[in-house]
């Protein structure tokens, strides 16, 4: 919880800097480079793979941290960053400049939206938005948003209307510390008090997170 607290402190420190710089990828040039994405995440950035992520309508600085590390995970042989078989390799031979001009292309189209199982939305509201004290464990919403929205400055990502699938995967390596590049640890933190129902649960709520 500790870090927790500290990592929205750093979040209200990074909404109210007034010398914040403007995000300085581009667009068209993102947009030339992506073809290589588009049989993975789709030519719109909405994967037509549901282990794949939509990068539609993320935030450009999410997505080019995620390509930061991902490379950096190459690079340090999985000591640092985030590692993954086949998105390392493709962040691999990427400059910093091919990463902000695809992470704002990326952005600047529209994800599209899902769906949320009614059995699952009233218990996945209540775990998306009050947590469970109990266990420990935060409001989703604290970070991500009531809509699931995220915050760009602070790099939370958009989380609703992501494929389910995804979100489930990415829950369990936060869970198991396959992936570790979260602020301070807080995903990981989170993750380990999360049983499998509850991953399951909170993932297809989101799908339709509105």
Sequence with gaps: MKKIALSLTI???ALSASNATAFDGDVNAGKEKSA???A???PDGNAPVNIYPKLAGQHPDYILKQLQ???LGMTSGGKEGRMDPVMSAMAMPLSEQDMKDLSAYFSSL???EGSTPKDIVEVGQMLYKAGDAERGIPACAACHGPRGNGTSLAKFPKISFQHPEYIK?????FRDGTRNNDLNGMMQDIAKKLTDKD????SQYLGGLH
Excluded: F, R, Y
């Excluded at 995967?169 to 390596?173: G, H, I, S, V």
């Excluded at 991953?199 to 909170?202: A, F, M, N, R, T």
């Design 36 to 38: 290589t994405c588009a």
């Design 40 to 42: 993975c995440h789709g």
């Design 169 to 173: 995967a990415q829950l369990e390596k």
């Design 69 to 71: 590390d991902l490379k």
């Design 110 to 112: 529209n994800m599209s």
């Design 11 to 13: 979040l209200l420190g």
């Design 199 to 202: 991953i399951e649960v909170l």
